[in-house]
């Protein structure tokens, strides 16, 4: 661990590690906020439905971006999506060898990616329902149902992966979503 990136030791052996920029925060939170507005608030027809719409393309659009550009636990480089790594941490975890990792773990990973790919998917699927040529075929509103049903159960996944984590790691996961540090106990091996 590199002397800037430890912030500070706190009690009972706690590190404090930078982790996650205001921009990364800004996304994650703004997107949660898209979901919830058009899965549950807006009008599926409406005009303001749409825009929330564009809102959420634009924010996965703009992280994808800070994932290439941005700081270094932002970057895809520090979370690659790797199936094969995903189950050694599901087995690392179980038989309580796991390592954390200061970016997303690689289950973690899979999931961010996941999310991010059906947004996009619910975003060009409400574009076509707009657009005359795919206005009212039955295939593309289904599949903007589908996409939807897919993103409620990846929510879902998501959180009870973030408590399952958390508990088992003792790291604050989603503190560490809202100020950026992650607290992790001080014998433990990060990555």
């Known amino acids: 661990m590199s002397?800037?990136?430890?912030?500070?030791?706190?009690?009972?052996?706690?590190?404090?590690?930078p982790v996650w920029d205001p921009l990364?925060?800004?996304?994650?939170?703004?997107?949660?906020?898209?979901?919830?507005?058009?899965?549950?608030?807006?009008?599926?027809?409406?005009?303001?439905?749409?825009?929330?719409?564009?809102?959420?393309l634009g924010l996965v659009v703009l992280r994808l971006v800070w994932g290439i550009v941005g700081p270094r636990h932002a970057r895809f480089s520090?979370?690659?999506?790797?199936?094969?790594?995903?189950?050694?941490?599901?087995?690392?975890?179980?038989?309580?060898?796991?390592?954390l990792h200061l970016s997303h773990n690689p289950l973690g990973a899979l999931m961010v990616y996941n999310i991010w790919a059906t947004v996009l998917v619910l975003c060009a699927t409400g574009i076509m329902m707009g657009t005359i040529r795919f206005f009212g075929l039955e295939w593309v509103e289904e599949a903007h149902e589908a996409a939807f049903t897919w993103l409620m159960i990846s929510v879902v996944l998501h959180l009870v992966g973030v408590v399952a984590?958390?508990?088992?790691?003792?790291?604050?996961?989603?503190?560490?979503?809202?100020d950026g540090r992650k607290r992790v106990p001080a014998d433990r091996e990060v990555e």
């Open 165 to 178: 984590d958390s508990w088992l790691s003792g790291v604050p996961l989603v503190r560490a979503m809202i």
């Open 78 to 99: 520090a979370f690659p999506p790797n199936p094969f790594a995903a189950l050694r941490h599901i087995r690392d975890t179980i038989t309580a060898r796991n390592v």
């Open 3 to 17: 002397a800037h990136e430890l912030e500070g030791a706190g009690k009972a052996g706690i590190r404090t590690i």
């Open 24 to 56: 990364v925060r800004l996304i994650h939170w703004s997107l949660v906020a898209t979901i919830i507005l058009n899965g549950f608030v807006t009008e599926d027809e409406s005009k303001l439905h749409e825009y929330v719409g564009y809102a959420a």
